[in-house]
């Protein structure tokens, strides 16, 4: 222990007070605070979101406004409620995912916001936290050169929705074998569940997964106000019409006793299976 009384009197000779504590505090807070506000001036390259995602099929881009309103606000309630309040990084939910992750040992909620999701998809980097660092710098200079309209619409263009399907489009004609604009409230909730585990909640293989995701984002958006009790029960009893599954995802037959389609029907062209989902 003589090495901890030997650093004790050194500290000792060099006292800190209140007017060298605020200047150490400055120092440290500061410093960082103002080289993370330079850095994200720096114009952020948008020639990155120029040319769709490469797994993207031809002519597979959709606008904003062909897409069904309630798969939006589902996907928002679901992945970034404070989207169009925040420039880029949601502190609450950053500083709650990382309350949690200490909590647990692990990370459990990320507190990454739509435009870092973006970020990522565009630039893939590693899951480190220089990586992290990266992500939130690159989120606030996006935020500066695009509008909010533009992110939603790449990030909806470029997430994963699993069994192949890349981009919300893709997406609701692999699963109901039809264009985004035309999803019902059932169907599109059901869709914005998917970019955040595209494997957990798969309809095909985990559908009690993907309805209890569901209806915890229906939950969220009555208790926003984005829906009432009259809408969300809508959704939640609606039957849907999923299509065959492609080469990649699995067989029903494969799903026996899992997957439990109530009927087959065959709808000109091709056939489907229908099945009604219940909690």
């Known amino acids: 222990m003589s090495w901890l009384r030997e650093k004790l009197r050194r500290w000792r000779r060099f006292p800190i007070d209140g007017r060298r504590a605020e200047v150490i505090f400055c120092l440290a807070v500061g410093v960082p605070l103002t080289a993370f506000s330079i850095i994200t001036r720096i114009p952020y390259p948008v020639e990155y979101l120029q040319s769709p995602p490469p797994e993207a099929s031809p002519g597979a881009w959709t606008r904003l406004d062909q897409v069904a309103p309630i798969a939006i606000q589902a996907t928002l309630a679901g992945e970034d409620h404070r989207f169009h309040e925040h420039q880029g990084v949601d502190g609450v939910a950053l500083i709650r995912g990382l309350w949690v992750a200490a909590s647990h040992g692990r990370a459990v909620s990320g507190g990454s916001t739509i435009t870092m999701?973006?970020?990522?998809?565009?630039?893939?980097?590693?899951?480190?936290?220089?990586?992290?660092?990266?992500?939130?710098?690159?989120?606030?200079?996006?935020?500066?050169?695009?509008?909010?309209?533009?992110?939603?619409?790449?990030?909806?263009?470029?997430?994963?929705?699993?069994?192949?399907?890349?981009?919300?489009?893709?997406?609701?004609?692999?699963?109901?074998?039809?264009?985004?604009?035309a999803l019902t409230p059932g169907e599109g909730t059901l869709l914005a569940v998917l970019p955040r585990a595209p494997t957990t909640y798969d309809p095909y293989r985990h559908r009690d997964e993907a309805l209890a995701r569901?209806?915890?984002?229906?939950s969220l958006m009555e208790k926003r106000g984005w829906i009432d009790g009259v809408g969300r029960a809508a959704a939640e009893s609606q039957i849907l019409v999923l299509a065959p599954p492609g080469r990649d995802a699995p067989r029903l037959g494969q799903l026996s006793g899992r997957w439990r389609p109530?009927?087959?029907?065959?709808?000109?062209?091709?056939?489907?299976?229908?099945?009604?989902?219940?909690r």
Request: net charge positive.
């Open 117 to 181: 999701q973006l970020v990522r998809l565009v630039q893939p980097r590693p899951r480190t936290l220089g990586g992290k660092l990266s992500e939130l710098i690159d989120a606030c200079r996006l935020e500066r050169a695009a509008s909010k309209e533009e992110i939603l619409e790449q990030y909806l263009n470029r997430a994963y929705y699993g069994n192949g399907a890349w981009g919300i489009e893709a997406a609701a004609r692999r699963y109901f074998g039809k264009s985004a604009a």
């Open 214 to 218: 569901r209806a915890q984002v229906l």
């Open 262 to 278: 109530l009927q087959v029907q065959v709808l000109p062209p091709a056939p489907v299976v229908q099945s009604r989902i219940v």
